[in-house]
Each structure stands twice: as C-alpha cells, then as structure tokens.
C-alpha cells in the first residue's frame, strides 16, 4: 500500500464522500446526485461496467472506499458527455469519472495492468516529448504491450488498417526517425514545466 493512501485512509476515516470532496477533480458534485438512474441509461458502455457512474456515486456516500477506488469503471469512460448533457442536476459525470481514475492513480489503487491506463501513460509520454502524436510509435507501442509475440500477431492482424493509413497520408515511415514537432517545443516544454508545478501545489494543497 503507498504512503499516500495509508495517509488518506488515516486522515479521511470517517468519510469517504469527504475525502473525494477534497481530492478528486470536481468531486464536490458528488452529494447533489438525486440517485435518478439517467446517467447510468444514457451511458453507451455504461452495461458492460462493473458499476455505472449513478451507481459509483451511490457507493462513495455509502463509505465504499476500496471497491470505488480499485474498480475498473472509471477507466472505461469514453467522454462522450452523454451523462453531462442529461444529468437532472447538472453534474460534471465525465469529470468525476476521470478525477476519480486519477485520484486511483496517485495512490497505486488502480487495478494492475488496467489496459486504459497504460494507453493514457503511453498516450502521454508520447505526446508530451514533442507537442504532437508520433501516431507511428504509439501504434507499436500499444501493439507490443504485452510482449514480443503478442506484437507481431496483433501487427499481422491490422496490417490492412496500418497500409490504408499510409496510402491516406494519416501516418508516414519517416515517423520512426523522430517524427514531426511542434513549432516552438521549448515553449512547449516549458508550459508542461508550468503545469505540472501549478498541478503539483493544487495536489500539495490537497493533501495538507
Ligand atoms: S443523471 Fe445525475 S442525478 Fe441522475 S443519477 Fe446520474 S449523476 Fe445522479
Ligand atoms: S461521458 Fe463517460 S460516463 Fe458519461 S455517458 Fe459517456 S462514457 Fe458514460
């Protein structure tokens, strides 16, 4: 268990619903949910979850810390603000959803291997090095996560989308040599630089 969830558990012992108040992305909405079910009806995945977002907010009033935390439902959120356009009361549901993958991050709750959350790292890293997607690299680091093997089946498998892509122009060979950029990346650069320390003192905040 991480240091910092050892240290929330401490400190939020009596309430769950407190604690996603405080730390999670607009989790102060959280207690206006009337419990109407719309949500988890508008919600084009929302059957094939463990727990559809009405039902999460259910279970972080009812105190269940752990089943919320390290549950997968958060993950499979598409954003496609279906819930935020019908919820009765206005609430962000797509952002609670994703504050709440978050907040599972932070404290290492999140179930191991979750596939979401290591495409959003990779999504990120890749991202991030340049200011543009190396739609090249990403793919084959999505294809070769779980190994050698499984990269080359699942290669084989979509090499008709991946030709179509470069017969389209939407990705080119060149990418495998260091890929386009944005045009001012150390500005870039630096405005990542600025988000993170401001990102980093709202969490510091947060925790204190
Ligand atoms: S639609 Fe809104 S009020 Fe209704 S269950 Fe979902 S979040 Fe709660
Ligand atoms: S934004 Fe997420 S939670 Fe809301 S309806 Fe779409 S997939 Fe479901």
């Known amino acids: 268990m991480s240091d910092l969830n050892t240290a929330m558990i401490e400190q939020y012992r009596n309430s769950f619903l407190q604690e996603v108040e405080a730390n999670v992305e607009e989790g102060e909405w959280v207690k206006m949910c009337m419990q109407c079910g719309v949500c988890a009806g ?7 979850w463990e727990h559809p977002p009405q039902e999460i907010f259910m279970m972080i009033r009812a105190g269940k810390r752990e089943e919320v935390l390290g549950s997968e439902s958060m993950w499979m959120c ?4 279906n ?3 019908r919820c009765p009361r206005g609430l962000p549901v797509t952002h609670i959803m994703h504050g709440l993958a978050h907040y599972a991050q932070r404290l290492g709750l999140v179930p191991r291997n979750q596939p979401t959350q290591r495409f959003a790292q990779m999504f990120w890293d890749n991202l ?20 050698f ?46 988000a993170k ?5 709202r969490i510091q905040k947060s925790d204190n």
């Open 128 to 147: 991030s090095k340049k200011g543009r997607v190396n739609e090249l690299k990403l793919g084959m680091s999505l294809y070769f996560m779980n190994g």
């Open 83 to 85: 819930c935020i356009a």
């Open 42 to 48: 508008s919600c084009p995945l929302g059957n094939a």
């Open 78 to 81: 598409t954003s496609c603000y």
């Open 197 to 201: 320390e401001l990102e980093d003192a």
């Open 149 to 194: 093997g499984e990269g080359i089946k699942t290669s084989l498998k979509m090499k008709d989308i991946g030709l179509n892509m470069f017969k389209a122009k939407r990705m080119s060979p060149t990418e495998a040599f260091g890929g386009h950029k944005v045009k001012d990346l150390a500005g870039f650069q630096k405005m990542i630089k600025k």
